[in-house]
């Protein structure tokens, strides 16, 4: 069993980002410029922020974080997007989700410029995406896509079982893996809530990514014998014995099913950093094609 070792995985990245970053701006090139507005106080929210913050600064981009209470109207906040759009400095921005109740998610991602979605959340990036057409690809299932290609995981003819179809993780997750190339060529199958007997599903399954957001969902005896199992989900389970109160999980009840995995991510650990470091190279690249 090998561990997909994000971690290790998304500093080696962030050195080649950081070296890059640092020719450009030797060469008099424009520094990269990323920002990220965050509205309320939701705590997962506040630290996945944090952590783009922080990777801006490793890798050399200047970073912007615009923060607004959970009080703060739809039209205010569109009209905060459209200034981010006209700003020739901003080379890309996201709007950290979720958002409040009030605001309507999907009005708010469409006003976005695709030019400068680095989250790929955009129709048209999205569109690109499933046309196989250069364009941002969502931060996640691009980690994904990366860490199976550092690690070697053979994709070709396999059957992958994806579990959960958001359109951040599960449906993009599902179309890359079945395109045509290295990593991809998969047989795909999108498993979710309405599946039914999903174990029949996953226990003939070659790869596994599961991204239910469901603690522990993933039990040993639902994988076969050397799958590949990528652990998308990330859930703070109450626990007394652990110093904060809680610990954290994924998807994948970790010590039932790494024993017969051939691969498998931790959590954390795994594909929470690649999900960062994809971020910063969806802003290089933002960066490169703002100047052709």
């Known amino acids: ?80 997007v459209a200034r981010l759009n006209a700003d020739s400095d901003v080379d890309g921005f996201i709007v950290q989700l979720p958002l409040p109740a009030h605001i309507d998610e999907q009005k708010i991602i469409e006003a976005i410029d695709p030019s400068k979605d680095v989250d790929g959340f955009h129709p048209e990036n999205v569109g690109r995406l499933c046309l196989g057409l250069e364009t941002f690809v969502s931060a996640t299932p691009y980690g994904i896509m990366c860490l199976l290609e550092e690690y070697g995981v053979e994709t070709k003819g396999k059957h992958c079982v994806v579990l959960g179809r958001s359109n951040i993780v599960g449906r993009p997750m599902a179309n890359l893996l079945s395109q ?21 599903y996953t226990k003939d399954a070659d790869i596994i990514v ?29 626990d007394e014995t652990a110093a904060k109160g809680y610990r954290i999980v994924g998807d994948v009840a970790f010590d039932e099913v790494a024993p017969k995995a051939s691969y498998i991510t931790p959590v954390p650990g795994g594909v929470g950093p690649m999900t960062i470091v994809s971020l910063m190279r969806n802003t290089l690249l933002a960066a490169q094609r703002r100047e052709k």
């Not at 913050?53 to 905060?80: I, Q, Y």
């Not at 045509?180 to 029949?200: E, F, L, Q």
């Not at 599961?210 to 859930?235: N, Y």
């Open 210 to 238: 599961a991204a239910l957001g469901s603690p522990e969902f993933l039990k040993g005896d639902m994988v076969k014998d050397g799958a590949v199992i990528v652990d998308v989900g990330i859930t703070r389970v109450p």
């Open 1 to 80: 069993m090998t561990i997909l070792d994000g971690k290790a995985t998304s500093a080696k990245y962030k050195q080649a980002i950081a070296a890059e970053v640092a020719e450009r701006i030797a060469q008099g090139k424009k520094q990269p410029h990323l920002v990220a507005i965050l509205v309320g106080d939701n705590g997962a929210s506040k630290t996945y922020v944090a952590s783009k913050e922080k990777a801006c600064n490793e890798v050399g981009f200047k970073s912007t974080v615009l923060r607004f209470p959970a009080e703060m109207t739809e039209a205010d906040l569109l009209k905060e």
């Open 180 to 200: 045509k190339g290295y990593p991809g060529d998969c047989t795909v199958t999108i498993c979710h809530s309405r599946t039914r007997n999903i174990a029949s």
